[in-house]
């Protein structure tokens, strides 16, 4: 690939840049479901759901299992806010399944049951943002829009700019950067949003790159630099004796369990709860497999009592005279 020096990205050949990467894409591309032919847009919407901060080989079966149970937005819509969460098992950020939970109502209820294909209508549903409503416009509908994960960022940060990593949150700058490398045409246009979020992924990789099987190494400036270093470190993924933990395992809890389980038995002391006598006629054994499992972390009842809190200030769980259980 040759480096011109006139262009929408100065020194970068962008149209064989183009061909090198949706080439690439078409020997490479994983055959994932909501890409195929015969997907439809609600597929496309539950995995674009699913996937955030989630990889893909933690979404595939959940996401098998939803299409299976719910495959169309009314179907979802008709089952409860609790069997969403239930279902969602341990994706996490379990917030989503409440937000696809509302969106499926608001889908059935004000558009017909059909995914909006209007990019501003798809902007309107509940826990819709703007990379979500560009990504369903994009590989559902087809239409011309930048989408910009961090996989896209991470490839365009290291090809065009020669940084080994993009900023930590997503910049005007970087924006405008891949608007000016989006085909003008809609198909390809299409076509290469896949392909980069894909070298991103399997190529492209954040802590081990794989340079020597890249299509485009040879065009790339953070190559030609050296592989310089980061110039910060990527934060670390922190989660032993976090509150999103014990957030995690109290949600455990009440998956498991078909029946509320009193909230002290999820905050009090563990010698007051585990063993207690009446905790086999309240729970059944997956429930208290798990909650086993939460008195395991050895975390502080402040702690407990924050992160339940939490899970029912968001609706996660909801709190009555019988205990706490998944919502209604």
């Known amino acids: 690939m040759s480096s011109v020096p006139a262009g929408p990205v100065p020194g970068l050949d962008v149209p064989a840049f183009h061909e090198s990467v949706t080439r690439w894409f078409d020997d490479a591309a994983r055959d994932l479901p909501w890409r195929r032919p015969e997907r439809t847009p609600w597929e496309v919407m539950v995995s674009e759901f699913m996937l955030q901060q989630t990889p893909v080989v933690r979404v595939l079966p959940v996401w098998r299992a939803w299409m299976q149970r719910w495959p169309r937005p009314e179907d979802l819509a008709a089952a409860t806010a609790g069997e969403a969460v239930r279902a969602w098992g341990r994706l996490g950020y379990p917030r989503r399944a409440l937000r696809l939970h509302a969106t499926a109502a608001e889908i059935t209820g004000r558009h017909g049951g059909a995914v909006p294909a209007r990019h501003d209508e798809l902007l309107d549903l509940p826990g819709v943002?703007?990379?979500?409503?560009?990504a369903i416009a994009v590989f559902a509908f087809g239409d011309r829009r930048t989408v910009v994960d961090t996989n896209i960022?991470?490839?365009?940060a290291r090809v065009v700019t020669g940084r080994a990593l993009p900023s930590r949150s997503l910049t005007a700058a970087e924006t405008r950067l891949a608007e000016e490398l989006m085909p003008a045409d809609d198909a390809l246009s299409v076509r290469w949003n896949q392909a980069v979020m894909e070298l991103g992924a399997l190529i492209c990789t954040a802590r081990a790159p794989r340079c020597e099987r890249c299509p485009v190494r040879n065009a790339c400036a953070w190559?030609?630099?050296?592989?310089?270093?980061?110039?910060?470190?990527?934060?670390g993924q922190t989660w032993h004796g976090t509150d999103r933990q014990v957030r995690g395992a109290i949600m455990a809890v009440l998956r498991a369990g078909a029946a509320p389980v009193p909230s002290r038995h999820l905050t009090g002391p563990v010698?007051?709860?585990v063993g207690a006598p009446d905790l086999t006629t309240v729970l059944d054994p997956g429930a208290l497999r798990a909650l086993d499992a939460l008195h395991g972390l050895d975390a502080p009842e402040e702690q407990r009592r924050r992160a339940l809190e939490g899970l029912l200030s968001d609706g996660l769980a909801v709190e009555g005279p019988a205990g706490v259980s998944l919502p209604g």
């Not at 960022?153 to 365009?156: K, L, N, S, T």
């Not at 190559?223 to 934060?235: M, N």
């Open 153 to 156: 960022r991470r490839v365009h």
């Open 129 to 134: 943002g703007a990379y979500t409503a560009a």
């Open 271 to 273: 010698d007051v709860t």
């Open 223 to 235: 190559v030609a630099a050296g592989r310089p270093a980061p110039e910060e470190a990527p934060p």
